[in-house]
């Protein structure tokens, strides 16, 4: 799901930030759209219109979130295409699409991969969400989020069928956020100098 809506977001804003103009103005609205909504109501709307069901789910999410990596890659891309390397590569005839396959995709992926890997846990508990509601996973899939929906009218008598996929969530949520976080500390830009 997160890499579907990096896969629909990146181009968007790639090509708003690296063109500007008319292009960045159309692109950026239309991203608007979607955020226009709560992150959770749309997906529900697009869900219950599409039909129940996993991969359903998984293109809702994405549809809902591809917005805030379109903003993302947006903003590298706008600082990326001030630099002189950009620069000097227009002015001795490098075209367009070359430069954004080979300087400003490399140079503005960084935020984009720290954010997609925050986004990742975000991603399991919306899936999980949208399956206890009755959205998401159909029976047989095997989903963290049915299995506590399936075990709520056993949960006084077998409480461990609803508590093992609930910390199963929270296990992998957790460790998701950890390794984001490593990757945000990794990857992003050094603060302060030599104390």
């Given at each position: 799901m997160?890499?579907?809506?990096?896969?629909?977001?990146g181009?968007?804003?790639?090509?708003a930030?690296?063109?500007?103009g008319?292009?960045?103005?159309?692109?950026?609205r239309?991203?608007?759209?979607?955020?226009?909504?709560?992150p959770?109501?749309l997906?529900?709307?697009?869900?219950?219109?599409?039909?129940?069901?996993?991969?359903?789910?998984?293109?809702?999410?994405?549809?809902?979130?591809?917005?805030?990596?379109?903003?993302?890659?947006?903003?590298?891309a706008m600082?990326?295409?001030?630099?002189?390397?950009?620069?000097?590569?227009?002015?001795i005839g490098?075209?367009h699409?070359r430069?954004?396959?080979?300087?400003?995709?490399?140079?503005?992926?960084?935020?984009?991969?720290v954010?997609a890997?925050?986004?990742?846990?975000?991603?399991?508990?919306?899936?999980?969400?949208?399956?206890?509601?009755?959205?998401g996973?159909?029976?047989?899939?095997v989903?963290?989020?049915l299995?506590?929906?399936?075990?709520?009218?056993d949960?006084?008598d077998?409480?461990?069928?609803a508590?093992?996929?609930?910390?199963?969530?929270?296990?992998?949520v957790?460790?998701v956020?950890?390794?984001g976080?490593?990757?945000?500390?990794?990857?992003?830009?050094?603060?302060?100098?030599?104390?």
């Amino acid at each position: 799901m997160v890499l579907l809506a990096l896969l629909i977001g990146g181009p968007i804003g790639l090509a708003a930030g690296y063109f500007g103009g008319k292009i960045d103005v159309v692109l950026m609205r239309f991203s608007d759209v979607f955020l226009a909504f709560p992150p959770l109501l749309l997906p529900i709307a697009i869900t219950a219109a599409l039909g129940p069901g996993l991969w359903n789910a998984m293109i809702a999410l994405a549809l809902s979130w591809f917005p805030w990596y379109a903003r993302i890659m947006r903003a590298s891309a706008m600082t990326v295409r001030r630099e002189l390397y950009i620069s000097a590569a227009r002015n001795i005839g490098v075209g367009h699409l070359r430069i954004l396959i080979r300087h400003v995709v490399p140079n503005s992926l960084t935020p984009v991969i720290v954010q997609a890997s925050m986004d990742f846990g975000f991603a399991i508990l919306a899936t999980a969400s949208l399956s206890f509601i009755g959205l998401g996973a159909r029976a047989p899939t095997v989903e963290w989020g049915l299995m506590a929906v399936d075990a709520r009218t056993d949960f006084l008598d077998h409480y461990w069928t609803a508590l093992f996929p609930g910390l199963a969530i929270f296990v992998t949520v957790l460790a998701v956020n950890l390794i984001g976080d490593g990757l945000s500390d990794i990857l992003g830009p050094k603060r302060g100098g030599k104390e």
